[in-house]
């Protein structure tokens, strides 16, 4: 099973709300992953967790924050977005970070749109 | 820092006919990942290569790993109409050091659209 799920599917937020973007994964993988998608571009990567410490932040603006309560599961807390966020967000997974040859699974992605 | 060419940047093809898509760096990597995206949906992975050289298919996609490390291409046999997507390429370059290594490389993508 390869499989990576994220919850909500679609979500509109007011640039005042405050919102969390879920993932989960049980294929035993230690390292996760949160990608940011605009339409017809490839991911862009945000954060990487790495047996649920914070690995990688990719300069992400603070108003993403991200927190990895255990080893299957990824959340993103969203709050005073801008509408230019608005995208897709996807949550991956890979056995372990870093590694040069591992394969990354990603979920279905969250449509985020802010007013 | 690392950057992978994906070529062409699109495709208008008919039900039936093959499709060659390829990726090329200056870099060498050591892997490389074929994915492929649907509208609204995240990335499913194709096929994946290890080793240089290696030649992989699943189903009517056959994809290889260049000799060099620095390409690879993705075919797709007798196309059909649920053929249509954006695919990926992506890979692990091996000269990243530092903060970049494990991270992954993505190509700009190819849109494919069959007319049936």
């Known amino acids: 099973d390869t499989e990576v799920t994220q919850t909500p599917k679609h979500l509109v937020m007011g640039m005042t709300n405050k919102k969390s973007l879920k993932c989960e994964q049980h294929?035993?993988?230690?390292?996760m992953y949160w990608y940011k998608q605009k339409a017809k571009k490839p991911p862009e990567l945000m954060f990487v967790?790495?047996?649920?410490?914070?690995?990688i932040n990719e300069s992400v603006p603070s108003r993403f924050s991200p927190e990895c309560p255990n080893s299957s599961l990824l959340n993103l807390h969203l709050h005073a977005l801008q509408p230019e966020d608005s995208a897709l967000y996807l949550c991956?997974?890979?056995?372990?970070?870093?590694?040069?040859?591992?394969?990354?699974?990603f979920g279905p992605g969250t449509r985020l749109t802010v007013l | 820092g690392q950057q992978l060419n994906q070529s062409p940047q699109s495709m208008f093809i008919q039900e039936g006919e093959d499709v060659s898509m390829n990726c090329t760096s200056s870099?060498?990597?050591?892997?490389w990942l074929w994915y492929k995206q649907d509208p609204g949906e995240g990335p499913v992975l194709l096929i994946a290569?290890?080793?240089?050289?290696e030649l992989t298919s699943n189903g009517r996609l056959t994809a290889q790993f260049g000799i060099t490390r620095k390409d690879s291409f993705l075919n797709i046999s007798a196309s059909i109409p649920s053929d249509v997507g954006i695919y990926f390429c992506?890979?692990?370059?091996?000269?990243?050091?530092?903060?970049?290594?494990?991270?992954?490389?993505f190509g700009q993508g190819t849109i494919l659209t069959v007319h049936p």
């Open positions: 991956a997974s890979s056995r372990y970070y870093p590694r040069a040859s591992d394969t990354q699974y």
């Open positions: 294929m035993g993988h230690r390292a």
């Open positions: 967790y790495s047996y649920e410490k914070l690995s």
């Open positions: 870099s060498i990597f050591n892997t």
């Open positions: 290569l290890y080793k240089a050289g």
């Open positions: 992506a890979g692990h370059s091996r000269g990243a050091g530092g903060t970049s290594y494990g991270k992954l490389t």
